[in-house]
Nanobody, 123 residues
Framework: QVQLVESGGGLVQAGGSLRLSCAASARTFNAMGWFRQAPGEERNFVAAITWRGGNTTSYADSFEGRFTISRDNAKNTVYLQMNSLKPEDAAVYYC?????????????????WGQGTQVTVSS
């Protein structure tokens, strides 16, 4: 049974950093990514990393430069390093995984999800 287990969320002051981790069990995936969802809002794409002989990263425009996604293939774990956090970055962050990904930024394209980890940013 596939499980995605996230960790690393918490409370941080504006300008601070957090690193989220997502460990996948039972199988490996060609694509792993992060989405986030704030209260009353849709789940939005943050970043993804895809594997086709090498890792390719993709970011939503508003996160590139502040957030970095990486992957440890040996541990089947994906990370999201978040720097210069702002209060508007506060949300539940979800890890996602997929083998046959057709629309990277669409939540409906990803079959496997973690339980989410809360990120709170104080001003």
């Amino acid at each position: 049974q596939v499980q995605l287990v996230e960790s690393g969320g918490g409370l941080v002051q504006a300008g601070g950093s957090l690193r989220l981790s997502c460990a996948a069990s039972a199988r490996t995936f060609n694509a792993m990514g992060w989405f986030r969802q704030a209260p009353g809002e849709e789940r939005n794409f943050v970043a993804a990393i895809t594997w086709r002989g090498g890792n390719t990263t993709s970011y939503a425009d508003s996160f590139e430069g502040r957030f970095t996604i990486s992957r440890d293939n040996a541990k089947n774990t994906v990370y999201l390093q978040m720097n210069s956090l702002k209060p508007e970055d506060a949300a539940v962050y979800y890890c996602a995984a997929e083998t046959f990904l057709y629309a990277l930024g669409s939540p409906g394209s990803w079959r496997y999800w973690g339980q989410g980890t809360q990120v709170t940013v104080s001003s």
